[in-house]
Nanobody, 120 residues
């Protein structure tokens, strides 16, 4: 059974930093593209960042580029999202996703989410 478990969310002030982690189990972690998404209140789910199996290739949304960094440790089956210079508009539930299907461009596995709240 595949499990993705996010941690590290919390309440911070604008300009602060926060680091999210996503621990994966039940899948060959090192083979899969991993991603982070977020859903703000009243809005649709939004892509944040993705990283290929080796960590050599990363992709970011324009809204977080230059402030957020995605990384992974295949030995620990964990993907990270370092968030710097946080803004109130970054407030959302952040979800980890794994195993991107190249035909559908959809992820097969999702975590339960972790809340990030940025106060102004």
């Amino acid at each position: 059974q595949v499990q993705l478990v996010e941690s590290g969310g919390g309440l911070v002030q604008a300009g602060d930093s926060l680091s999210l982690s996503c621990a994966a189990s039940g899948l060959t972690f090192s083979s899969y593209v991993m991603g982070w998404f977020r859903r703000a209140p009243g809005k649709e789910r939004e892509f944040v960042a993705a990283i290929n199996w080796s960590g050599a290739t990363t992709v970011y949304s324009d809204s977080v580029k230059g402030r957020f960094t995605i990384s992974r440790d295949n030995a620990k089956n964990t993907v990270y999202l370092q968030m710097n210079s946080l803004k109130p508009e970054d407030t959302a539930v952040y979800y980890c996703a794994g195993d991107l299907d190249p035909e559908t461009n959809e992820y097969n596995y999702w975590g339960q989410g972790t809340q990030v709240t940025v106060s102004s």
